[in-house]
Structures are given as C-alpha cells and as structure tokens.
C-alpha cells in the first residue's frame, strides 16, 4: 500500500487542522492505520491509532481530548482532526499502516507516507 500525507502547515496556538492521508493498493481496509509524529532532535512518537473495523482507537497522552483519528475505508482515506494545538504539537506528522489487525507499536507499522510539517506557533 503507498500513502501519501497532506494539510500539514503553520496555524497559531489554539487552532486546528486536518491531516489526511490517501492510500492505494490492495485491501487498504483491512491494515491497522496509526498516526506518529517526529520533532527535531526528537523520537518519532505514536500519536493515534486506529484498526480495521474501527473497534480499538488508541491516543498518546499528549493529544487524548484534543486530536481525532478516523478511518474512511470507502474512499481509502485516514485523518487526523487536531484542535486546540499547541507549540509543543510541532513536528512531521506520518501516516503508516501495519499488516497486523491492530497495533500501537510504530515499528510495528510496514508503511509510511512520506510526512507532513506541521507547525504550530505561540
């Protein structure tokens, strides 16, 4: 499955954006779809999961209350709603998707896109 992410960019403390991330290839609605994030000098972090039936949704910490995943298996399509964002939200924002029915390890995950910036200023 190739993914390519989009809707990253520069919004003020306190706004909100939408990530998607558009996949094709085979059976895209049976793959595991996460969300993880990478700050400079930073570890990639596991930002939001979610599985193929959509019956186990899993958020960091950081971001439950905030960040929304969701999953459109119809149109081959994941995203990502982020409210009330924060400096600290800052960093590329990854989509990926993992052969197994559900997991919350990104290295776990078999298949990135390629990132989206995103930007958050105070």
């Known amino acids: 499955v190739q993914l390519q992410a989009s809707g990253g960019g520069l919004v003020q403390a306190g706004g909100s954006l939408r990530l998607s991330c558009a996949a094709s290839?085979?059976?895209?609605?049976?793959?595991?779809l996460g969300w993880f994030r990478q700050a400079p000098g930073k570890d990639r972090e596991t930002v939001a999961t979610?599985?193929?039936?959509?019956?186990?949704?899993d958020y960091a910490e950081s971001v439950r209350g905030r960040f929304t995943i969701s999953r459109d298996n119809a149109k081959n399509m994941l995203y990502l709603q982020m409210n009330n964002l924060k400096p600290e939200d800052t960093a590329v924002y990854y989509c990926a998707a993992s052969d197994r029915i559900y997991t919350t390890t990104s290295d776990a995950y078999d298949y990135w896109g390629q990132g989206t910036q995103v930007t958050v200023s105070s």
């Open positions: 290839g085979r059976a895209f609605e049976y793959y595991a």
């Open positions: 979610i599985s193929w039936k959509v019956t186990n949704i």
